[in-house]
């Protein structure tokens, strides 16, 4: 197979991830890079032997020789590059969060569509191994058909010196982190038709929400939880682990702390270890995040050599960030938000 060649644009704390996860994929490689930091340019240019780096996107995009773009910048740039990549007819992969609001989110995923471009969002945490493992369990209807459950992410864990930008933000956990949460809430319970949200600030040295608690309606009549923290001191500090609990009609899942996975049915009970991979650059506690980068990276170029439709592509990733969207707006007016109304 042809090696594809990316250009990487945002070379900051997430992107060492991207880097590394790109040497391992199979079939495509970065060729280059930009950031409009020079320092940031050089640290990343010179850890990964990437030559043709970039201070500015459109020279980027101006001498072109890539055949996708991976965008890891923060969101505040995100609209401005997709669109800069459908105007250019390359293919795009975006951050997390995908946009600033859903109506531009709204705009990027129609200006890949008429430019006719794959658009995918680096929504990883789907990928992650023991979330993997529960998909699987669901399919091989280990449980039969489910209609509880709760996705649960709390810790303490000082995620602000690596990302100060977090402390900043009208918007912290939700945008940040529930975001994920919440895309795993609909990747194992289906898509929502209406969402409550509650949510709080503890932490005093922010700016945002560090505590969300948010109630689901999926459309197949299922009800679950989101529950997510980032002001809850623990015995055990579970970052980055998303517990889940499902109950369903045959038997109960819990993934319990520790990447236990638990099932429960007329067959009894069986336990087995989910536990992400190591991987040869990734280190303790992020190895579970830093798994799921490599696997949606491998996932992009797997689907494009397809010429199938990606899992997290910027369409399926609109219901995502509509439950965002809705859970802040249930938040400020305290009342129950039709999802299905905002698509
Ligand atoms: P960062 O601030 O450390 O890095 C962003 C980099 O982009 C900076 O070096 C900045 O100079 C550069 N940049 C910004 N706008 C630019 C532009 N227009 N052109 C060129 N360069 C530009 O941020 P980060 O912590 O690496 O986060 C980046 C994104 O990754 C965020 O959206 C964040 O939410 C996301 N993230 C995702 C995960 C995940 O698991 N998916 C984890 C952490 C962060
Ligand atoms: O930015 C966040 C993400 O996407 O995963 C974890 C994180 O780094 C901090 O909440």
New binding site residues.
Partial sequence: MTELKGAL?????????QMHAWNDVRGAGIVAI????PE??KIVGDQFGIDRR????EALFADGGFDFVDI???????R??VELAAANKVPAIC???FAKTLSDAKAMVEACRNASIPLMV????RWQTPIQAVRKALDADAIGTPFWGRFSFRSAYDVFS??P??GEGERFII??LGI?TLDIARYILGDVRSLTARTKRVNPAIKGEDVATILLDHENGATSVVDVSYATRLSREPF?ETLIELDGSEGTIRLTQGYGLEITNAKGTTTTDVSPKLLSWASRPWHN?QE??YAIQQHWVDQLERGAEHSTSGADNLKTFALVEAAYDSAARGQTIDVGAML
Avoid: M, W
């Fill in positions: 644009i945002g070379c900051g704390f997430f992107a060492i991830n930009c950031d409009r930091d940031r340019l970039y201070g500015d996107a890891a910048t923060t969101v505040q740039s995100h401005f590059l951050q997390k969060p680096h929504e990883n945490f690596g990302q930008y977090l945008e940040d994920h980055p995040i799921s980068v």
